[in-house]
């Protein structure tokens, strides 16, 4: 069954990158702050927001 | 820090984004239609590339890669711009990415109808294609780690993140799914056999349902939610939680696919639990979705683009609690091969990526051209509408997936199969099969009234120049040279160019290793199974390219009810030769494993021009074309030498497609041709057949010249290795 043990190589490959990128994550401090991001992109200035209000 | 003026680029957003309603409505099409050849089996007949085995390919990989692609391709574009606060990294990648992407889609819309598949299922696509897919993948993946690079804001958001991920593990899958031997243009073999074969696939088949069907989405929610509630998401944290859970959980999953099959029990274990375990992150980012819209209900209310929403996160929700349900050994037993997995996809498909995708569109499309929907009304009875077509098309079919199981398994006291009949559970189900192209038919009608709106609302604003955004250069970008950032520039070139060559030194390996490794598996081959004849092979590949894997399955599972029905059960020594399995993933017909010797070939020959002359009720559409081709045999030695490169070796090491056998293969072909068509005239084909009169009239034909003769062959074959050697024991 070469073909298992390929599957979870290539899976066991891409954890590997998956693990990399979240301690760095961790690491650049990207994790610090859980609150504010979702705040932030809500309150982005869409150009058009202020034509656009509440629908009728 | 002073601010940077610069634009977005909206054009191809909106070119996603049209792109996406143009293919819906041709995946929701072509889905109706196949679903209306349950009630009109004949409604197409004679139309070749409009058969069912066809056109269920181009509507499941036009639903999956271009409905849904496109749609998140145009939120992604939308949003990661956005919140990164940049343009996309390169106006020109982009530009290749959509037309390239365009240009996919009406290749396989050409090519899936004519027949030319790989029949491996959501990757139908000939390797040209396989190749142009990559190719234009891996440009999507640059332009998006080059914008994540060259962004303005130093925190990424969530969605970015799964966005990121979708782009890194769809590369990796697609690829290692599809590695193939070319034979010719349009005709490649797998370089993996049977049950190996069916392992790869369902790694990917449900990869492909976890990173493109899911992680790109729950990032469009990410995003698409929190703007149209006007409400943060309910918990940040948790969403990075079940980020990183599900992306570490998902790709483990795929032998779930197999239970019961020929695969390794070990593996069919290993899937069962990380299929329970995706629970947790999976209803994470439900209950984050849904109650991002806590204090939000009486908004709901009047929003089409809320009722979206929640009906999306809800189907998320259900079908994501289901899916762990079914990989239970004891449910699975049940539900695999029924529409229970019909149901199960459509509510994933139709209600989570649909309804997310749609609310997505109802949302942006006005932003894009800085306008106002046209009508909110219409909106809203999209939804109603279409959500009253979901329900209409998922409840009957949970209703025929249990029926039929139940059918399947009913016994008589006298230990008899109750409905031995394959047709007998076809024919009580077919309601069923009626009210959901009726759901189909509501659904398709919303998606019209999307279309109209969308046009209305676009239509006198599209003089009007988008693009014109500014926004400050809020944060450092992402290099930047000050003492000791140094560091962390390296940092984070380091892990980007770390992913990058991680993905190019796997993809280089394998296709260096592969080849080498595939060649004489080490499968346990079984003494009495040998390679296909040329006749037979060219058989099997009418088989594979007229889709029969759609309706009927190579694999009998080790149940009592299944081996009384079609004989013994499948071991995986019997399929080693078997470049693509066909194990299929639906019994809308009976299995065939162990067709070849059950009925004459008279009986084949009736059957595949009209089989309900042979089995009275049958929806099974009426093979015409196959009765009067020719045979076109001239690739047949490229493939058996395609075939040999991935091992066509006996068990004890002989090899059987020598030089000898390939050059002769004209010849043996057209004997064992002439063996089959001499045995259909012996049984007065000519006279007694309605189907040979009605093809040729009272002309004498060859009949061993016919593609009919080769898909007899195959079909008589069948499973019969092993069986055969039984019988010759017990003499």
């Not at chain 2, 032998?255 to 899937?271: D, I, K, M, N, R």
């Not at chain 2, 695999?336 to 949302?363: Q, R, S």
């Not at chain 2, 004498?700 to 024991?729: C, H, M």
């Amino acid at each position: 069954m070469i073909a298992l043990y390929l599957t979870i190589f290539i899976s066991l490959i891409l954890a590997l990158i998956f693990l990399v990128l979240f301690l760095n994550n961790v690491r650049q401090g990207q994790y610090e702050d859980t609150y504010t991001p979702s705040i932030r992109m809500i309150l982005e200035d869409e150009f058009e927001d202020h034509s656009e209000e509440e629908e009728e | 820090m002073e601010k940077q003026k610069f634009y977005y680029d909206d054009k191809v957003t909106k070119l996603f984004a049209w792109a996406t309603v143009v293919w819906g409505i041709t995946a929701f099409t072509v889905g109706l239609m196949v679903a209306y050849l349950s009630w009109f089996p004949h409604y197409m007949d004679g139309i070749s590339w409009l058969s069912y085995g066809r056109l269920r390919p181009l509507h499941t990989n036009a639903a999956i890669f271009a409905f849904v692609g496109n749609g998140i391709f145009a939120g992604v574009y939308y949003s990661t711009q956005r919140l990164l606060k940049t343009r996309m990294y390169n106006d020109t990648l982009s530009r290749i990415h959509f037309w390239g992407w365009q240009l996919i889609i009406v290749l396989a819309a050409i090519t899936l109808p004519l027949g030319i598949s790989s029949s491996k299922e959501y990757a139908e696509l000939e390797w040209p294609i396989d190749i142009l897919v990559a190719l234009v993948w891996v440009v999507f993946t640059l332009n998006l780690v080059m914008t994540v690079v060259k962004r303005r804001v130093r925190h990424i958001y969530v969605a970015i993140w799964f966005y990121l991920s979708t782009a890194v593990t769809i590369a990796m899958l697609y690829i290692f799914n599809n590695l193939e031997l070319p034979a010719t243009l349009t005709k490649s073999y797998s370089v993996y056999a049977g049950v190996e074969d069916a392992v790869v696939q369902w790694w990917y088949g449900h990869n492909a349902v976890a990173f493109f069907l899911t992680t790109p989405i729950l990032g469009l929610m990410y995003y698409f939610v929190p703007k149209a509630a006007k409400r943060p998401i309910y918990s940040y944290r948790l969403s990075i939680i079940h980020f990183w859970s599900l992306i570490f959980l998902y790709i483990w999953a795929g032998p779930h696919h197999l239970l019961y099959s020929a695969t390794p029990e070990w593996a069919q274990v290993l899937g069962t639990i990380f299929s329970l375990m995706l629970i947790f992150p999976s209803w994470g980012g439900m209950i984050n979705g849904l109650l991002t819209l806590r204090g939000a209900w009486d908004r709901v209310r009047e929003d089409p683009i809320l009722k979206m929403y929640v009906v999306a996160i809800t189907s998320y929700g259900m079908s994501t609690f289901e899916g762990p349900m079914l990989s239970f050994k004891s449910l699975n037993a049940i539900a695999h091969f029924t529409d229970w997995i019909v149901a199960h996809v459509h509510v994933g498909t139709l209600g989570w990526n649909g309804f997310i995708v749609m609310g997505m569109l109802y949302w942006m499309v006005p932003r894009l051209y800085k306008t106002k929907l046209y009508s909110v009304k219409l909106a809203n009875q999209h939804f109603w509408i279409g959500t009253i077509g979901i329900l209409l098309y998922v409840i009957p079919m949970y209703i025929a997936g249990w029926t039929q199981a139940l059918m399947w398994k009913q016994f008589n006291p006298d230990g008899t199969l109750k409905y031995g009949e394959f047709m007998d559970t076809v024919t009580e189900i077919l309601p069923m099969h009626y009210m959901r192209a009726i759901g189909g038919t509501l659904y398709l009608t919303g998606a019209l009234m999307l279309v109209y709106n969308l046009v209305k609302t676009a239509k006198g604003h599209t003089v009007e120049d988008t693009e014109a955004e500014a926004a400050p250069l809020s944060a450092l970008p992402g290099s930047r040279q000050q003492g000791e950032n140094f560091h962390n520039w390296l940092e984070r070139k380091g892990v980007l160019f770390t992913v990058l060559a991680l993905i190019v030194t796997a993809i280089g390996g394998a296709v260096e290793i592969i080849p080498t490794i595939f060649i004489d598996s080490n499968i346990p081959k079984l003494e009495a199974v040998k390679p296909y004849t040329p006749l037979e092979l060219e058989g099997r590949d009418i088989y594979v390219r007229e889709g029969c894997y759609n309706c009927h399955s190579q694999m009998i599972r080790p149940f009592r009810s299944e081996v009384e029905r079609y004989g013994p059960y499948s071991k995986a020594g019997e399929y080693v030769y078997d470049h693509p399995f066909q194990w299929g993933s639906k019994r809308t017909g009976p299995d065939l494993f162990r067709e070849g010797g059950k009925r004459p070939n008279l009986w084949h020959f009736n059957h595949l021009y009209e089989p309900e002359s042979m089995m009275s009720g049958s929806i099974m559409p009426n093979y015409e074309w196959i009765i009067k081709n020719d045979l076109d045999a001239s690739d047949v030695q490229a493939k058996m030498k395609a075939l040999r490169t991935l091992g066509t070796k006996l068990k004890d090491g002989t090899e059987v497609y020598t030089d000898e056998y390939i050059s002769k293969a004209p010849q043996l072909l057209a004997k064992q041709a002439k063996e089959i068509a001499d045995d259909l005239m012996a049984n007065n084909v000519d006279t007694a057949s309605t189907a040979y009169v009605d093809a040729f009239g009272d002309k004498k034909v060859d009949l061993s010249k016919k593609e009919i003769v080769a898909l007899i062959a195959y079909l008589q074959r069948l499973g019969t290795d092993t069986t055969k050697k039984v019988e010759t024991a017990k003499k």
